[in-house]
Nanobody, 121 residues
Framework: QVQLVESGGGLVQAGGSLRLSCAAS????????MAWFRQAPGKEREFVAF???????NYADSVKGRFTISRDNAKNTVYLQMNSLKPEDTAAYYC???????????????WGQGTQVTVSS
């Protein structure tokens, strides 16, 4: 069992930056692929980025070059550094853990409660 708790969301102006954190419980954190998804009001949940156990990363086209996912296995924490934020990045951001690296939300077994990011124009 893995429990995930996100933090770091908030209100920021367009062009600004935020860093999200996701703290995980459990001794097997390092073996999981960790991912970030987001969901805006009235829209489906969409993939943002993942990082697997060996550090392989992948990003949605909409965030490439602006967002960076990283992990610290010693701290059981995954991060999402978000730069050059745009109003269209406004959403609830969710951390997820799974055994396979994928951009599909159904491949992830554990989810956090989400943290809100709001980007004003």
């Amino acid at each position: 069992q893995v429990q995930l708790v996100e933090s770091g969301g908030g209100l920021v102006q367009a062009g600004g930056s935020l860093r999200l954190s996701c703290a995980a419980s459990g001794r097997t954190f390092s073996s999981y692929t960790m991912a970030w998804f987001r969901q805006a009001p009235g829209k489906e949940r969409e993939f943002v980025a993942f990082i697997n156990w060996s550090g392989i990363t992948n990003y949605a086209d909409s965030v490439k070059g602006r967002f960076t996912i990283s992990r610290d296995n010693a701290k059981n924490t995954v991060y999402l550094q978000m730069n050059s934020l745009k109003p269209e990045d406004t959403a609830a951001y969710y951390c997820a853990a799974g055994r396979f690296y994928s951009g599909r939300s159904d491949q992830y077994d554990y989810w956090g409660q989400g943290t809100q990011v709001t980007v004003s124009s």
